[in-house]
């Protein structure tokens, strides 16, 4: 990890590498190193996802139910609204309109949604619940009524409910996407950061540039 963030190969701390520095600083440095080599945040939101979404599948798996988590949103979104295109699904679900795209290319495989053009623009194509979508919204109603306590469960176990800070961070990358925020942390460390230089005797220490 540190590596990766530095450009550099940085060393297990010891005794060695400390040099002069007292033991209380030695355990500090190496405290700081364990902790930057822990899971990044793209490996925890991995791991999250697959905990939740996991234990949900097995959940509609478990009522005989062949149904996948990812179609929730669009089911959602077309129970308040049908028919509706690609791009209102996306806005009324808040995903991106390719993860719409490819969830409704697999929901028409199993039969869940029907799919037209839109009189007047062939681009456009109008998705709506199947007859078997419909039939189906009873007993996933169930699934999410028992999702929805597990998760409100959940919460009550955290400092911070999870639901609550799921939405502050999406807020946050919404006002500021992570990419801007790569870009600025580059810019960070591409900048040469002032270092006192070893003061002359009876002098004043110098400011020099790393």
């Known amino acids: 990890m540190l590596a990766e963030l530095t450009g550099t190969e940085v060393p297990f701390p010891d005794r060695s590498t400390v040099g002069g520095t007292s033991e209380g600083l030695a355990i500090m440095y190496k405290r ?21 979404d996991g234990a949900v599948a097995d959940a509609y798996e478990a009522e005989g ?12 979104a077309l129970m308040a ?16 309109q390719p993860a719409v795209t490819q969830t409704v290319a697999l929901m028409l495989k199993e039969g869940l949604v029907s799919a037209e053009s839109e009189p007047g623009d062939r681009r456009q194509r109008l998705v709506r619940l199947s007859p078997a979508g ?18 409100a469960d959940l919460d009550a176990e955290l400092p911070t409910p999870l639901s609550q800070t799921l939405e502050q961070a999406i807020r946050a990358l919404e006002a500021r996407p992570f990419s801007t925020r790569i870009a600025e942390a580059r810019a960070r460390l591409k900048t040469p950061e002032a270092v006192p230089s070893t003061p002359a005797r009876g002098g004043r220490p110098k400011t020099r540039r790393a």
């Open 81 to 96: 609204h049908e028919p509706a295109t690609i791009g209102q699904l996306a806005e009324l679900a808040g995903i991106t």
């Open 65 to 76: 139910l062949s149904y996948r988590p990812r179609y929730t949103p669009v089911m959602r």
């Open 32 to 52: 700081l190193y364990i902790c930057l080599m822990k899971a990044g945040l793209g490996t925890q939101l991995r791991h999250l996802i697959e905990l939740l």
């Open 134 to 151: 419909r039939e189906l919204l009873p007993r996933l109603q169930a699934c999410w009524k028992a999702t929805a306590g597990a998760a």
